[in-house]
């Protein structure tokens, strides 16, 4: 079994009277996170950590803040194309740990609901994802949310592999065509 480690970092700004989305939870708070999509710093992050454990480029690579499709976007979907890249490189994430750096709102009430969609995202339990908060102090950054996140991936084990697609055992073993 092989394994890979991943890191994702990102920081959006925070914007008085746009809904606030954090981890795929929409909380209630006076700001929300202004950015091409709908800013949430949290799966971005992930998102990054996710791409570079099999060293698929980054969120960039896949949908360019150019692009006008992803204007507004649901942040899920970004995601959602990073666990793609890992199933396809042959990997599933074992666990992890993300770090968001905010003034407000707090997120320890929320830290539940956020580890619960977390790992239904990830498609692993939510013992496996790990949240914490921190307040920006004496870093001059009140105005913006930062997020970090460390992800572990395992290879998927061929056996599962074989369970999901018997097709696959079929290949070159029958010549009689
Ligand atoms: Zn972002």
Request: aromatic share 4%; glycine share 10%; hydrophobic share 45%.
């Amino acid at each position: 079994m092989s394994m890979r480690i991943g890191h994702g970092y990102d920081s959006h700004e925070f914007k008085l009277g746009v809904p606030l989305v954090i981890g795929g939870v929409k909380l209630e708070h006076t700001h929300g996170l202004a950015g091409h999509s709908d800013g949430d710093v949290l799966l971005h992050a992930i998102t990054d950590a996710l791409l570079g454990a099999v060293a698929a480029g980054d969120i960039g690579t896949f949908f360019p803040p150019s692009d006008k499709r992803w204007k507004g976007a649901d942040s899920v979907i970004f995601l959602e194309e990073a666990m793609r890249q890992i199933e396809i490189a042959g990997f599933r994430v074992v666990n992890i740990d993300m770090t968001l750096i905010l003034a407000a709102p707090k997120i320890v009430p929320h830290a539940e609901k956020l580890r619960a969609r977390v790992a239904e995202l990830l498609k692993i339990i939510p013992s496996c994802v790990g949240i914490k908060a921190k307040t920006p102090e004496g870093t001059g950054t009140d105005n913006a949310a930062i997020a970090h996140a460390v992800v572990l991936l395992e290879s998927i084990p061929l056996e599962t592999l074989l369970e999901e697609d018997e097709a696959c055992v079929c290949v070159g073993e029958d010549e009689d065509f």
